[in-house]
């Protein structure tokens, strides 16, 4: 049996940060509902304005942080080695080439709808930045679905 | 140009009585990256084959090559 040192009992290890990131991308169109429904709520004040701002703000960092799989300075030298192997480098590498491509795209689509139709200022920011976020994210979470059987 | 990379891994591994799981743990690496190496879906860079070789004890030439 494997015990793990009293100091990181309690604290997340490899295996533990792996499963949570398969299940966040799926948590990420709630999150974004969830936040458009306070940031452009019609009869919303400017605390729930700021509010958003600042739940969005949260929200995005932490799925830079996921995404660019920055160390967990807690964790031992292998979970670290275990979570930023190559394979979930070339993972994250792949899903924001989605993500840049979604944001070139929806820019451009964007560019072409202002011609036609009058375009808010902050929902063009956040359709921009969200659609990206949502197309990384889906990519990121189909990349790391379930893990398989041992000979799967 | 439809080359995919061939190997041995799982041969040699069942021979050696290694899970993927530790075969993982040997070369610091997660499961889902043997996994997939194993599966043809991941193609591995130099180091993680020279690693994958030395710690089953082959050549790297005769863990992977090219197939057509």
């Given at each position: 049996m494997n015990y793990r040192p009293r100091p990181n009992f309690d604290r997340p290890d490899a295996e533990t940060v792996q499963r949570t990131r398969r299940m966040l991308g799926w948590l990420l169109p709630l999150l974004l509902l969830q936040?458009?429904?306070?940031?452009?709520?019609?009869?919303?004040?400017?605390?729930?304005?700021?509010?958003?701002?600042?739940?969005?703000?949260?929200?995005?960092?932490?799925?830079?942080w996921w995404l660019l799989g920055l160390p967990f300075r807690w964790l031992s030298k292998r979970d670290q080695a275990i979570l930023n192997d190559e394979r979930s480098r070339f993972v994250s590498g792949d899903a924001s080439r989605w993500g840049i491509v979604t944001l070139a795209l929806v820019g451009f689509g964007m560019l072409i709808a202002q011609f036609w139709v009058r375009l808010d200022v902050g929902l063009t920011i956040y359709a921009l930045v969200n659609s990206s976020l949502i197309v990384t994210f889906a990519r990121l979470s189909w990349l790391n679905r379930a893990e398989p059987d041992e000979d799967e | 140009m439809n080359e995919r990379l061939g190997n041995r891994l799982k041969d040699r591994r069942t021979e050696l009585d290694l899970t993927q799981g530790q075969l993982a743990e040997l070369c610091l690496v997660s499961r889902?990256?043997?996994?997939?190496?194993?599966?043809?879906?991941?193609?591995?860079?130099?180091?993680?084959?020279?690693?994958?070789?030395?710690?089953?004890?082959?050549t790297v030439e005769w863990l992977f090559w090219i197939e057509d």
């Open positions: 936040q458009s429904t306070i940031i452009f709520g019609r009869d919303s004040g400017l605390f729930d304005h700021v509010l958003g701002i600042a739940a969005w703000g949260a929200v995005t960092l932490s799925l830079l | 889902k990256t043997i996994n997939t190496v194993e599966n043809g879906i991941f193609v591995p860079s130099t180091l993680l084959a020279l690693k994958l070789a030395a710690a089953l004890g082959v």
